[in-house]
């Protein structure tokens, strides 16, 4: 995951301070103001005047940079998924000690979480751009969450007659569905509370580390 | 919930089949047109023209019906209310019998869900006009399903340490989730398997009815 980060060589320094430094500033202005918009007022009702407002641009000159609406929206979501990687607590810790803490860190990023909420419903309309993009987040997705309940379950934390595909769709979902009433009433909603009562519903508590014996006396 | 059912009066017979029956008619069709097009598009995406385009009808004639397309929204969302109560299996079982049987018969009204989908996604959107409609949504779902797992509780099929609220929101949650993943990927989400295996974990199994003794023998 982490060796995506650049290796910086001197060439491209340099090239940095030049033209391709000013126009990579130009294109990362757009994307975090079309994240602004699409997060708003969706995709559909956002709209590339909207976005050039923000940076006083023209329509045509963020067309030079993105062909079209439905390319800056895949440049959108390429943001979003570099933010939700950084904001990964960088933890070696528990499947289930993971989630929690994400789901902790996400409150802090309710732009984040309205983006995907609006994006992901939007995907159930026709011909929507980015319909492929979910298709494969979730299947990636659900993959990657049967793979850690597999291993769980491996090491004997998982609970009896749990099946590792549909607890790690209903966990995916559950979360999906419960940040989207939280976005609706924040006060109201326990994120943190409705996951961790789930993941305590399919997982016996982890053993306590067992001190090595002989070391400590 | 049935005592909406209208009580007919021969006065209303008679306008119903002048200028009144008329009226209502094209409102229905209006409703209906807008109802595709809000599933297939949003209601960001979706325009007055498009309803209009499906009946024939100019921008200034469904304006003659609905004031703004906001109205028109709101109409679509009754409809969709009408439609999912008369979708509900009409039966006085128990509650986790009656969400499953829901949750079958809603993969046969894929449109409906699409709906709901794409227009709650956009209801995390600024100055949506139907967000008030999915947060009164919420609020009454979540203490309906409440009040049903108090009651479960109290018949003692509520298992051990299971909290009421949480679940209920969870179980919401998990639904509108599991339904987002379907219409992205029908044949690889099992819906109903993952409501079930959730009320498997929250419910102790019914008791078996118990045939009166001396009855039958």
């Known amino acids: ?3 995506e980060a650049p290796t910086e060589s001197l060439s491209e320094g340099r090239r940095r301070r030049g033209p391709y430094a000013k126009s990579a500033k130009r294109r990362s202005q757009i994307v975090d103001a079309a994240f602004e918009v699409f997060a708003a007022r969706g995709y559909q009702g956002g709209s590339l005047q909207d976005v050039a407002d923000r940076i006083g641009l023209s329509q045509t000159g963020i067309l030079h940079y993105f062909p079209s609406k439905r390319d800056l929206l895949i440049a959108v979501l390429a943001k979003r998924d570099r933010m939700a990687e950084s904001g990964r607590p960088d933890q070696q810790g528990d499947f289930d000690a993971e989630v929690l803490d994400q789901a902790r860190h996400n409150e802090s990023v309710p732009g984040l979480i309205e983006l ?4 992901c419903g939007e995907s159930a309309t026709e011909t929507y751009p980015a319909r492929e993009y979910f298709i494969d987040r979730f299947r990636r997705l659900r993959a990657e969450y049967a793979a850690e309940l597999a291993e769980l379950k491996a090491s004997g934390r ?5 099946d590792v595909d549909r607890a790690a769709a209903s966990l995916i979902a559950l979360w999906d569905g419960i940040q989207t009433q939280w976005l609706l009433d924040r006060e109201g909603t326990d994120v943190v509370g ?3 009562d789930y993941l305590e519903l399919i997982l016996h508590p982890p ?3 067992i001190p090595e014996p002989g070391l400590d006396f």
Chains 1, 2 share one sequence.
């Open 158 to 162: 998982l609970r009896d007659h749990v």
């Open 116 to 119: 995907y909420t609006v994006l």
């Open 194 to 196: 409705c996951l961790r």
């Open 1 to 3: 995951m982490k060796s």
């Open 207 to 209: 053993t306590p580390a």
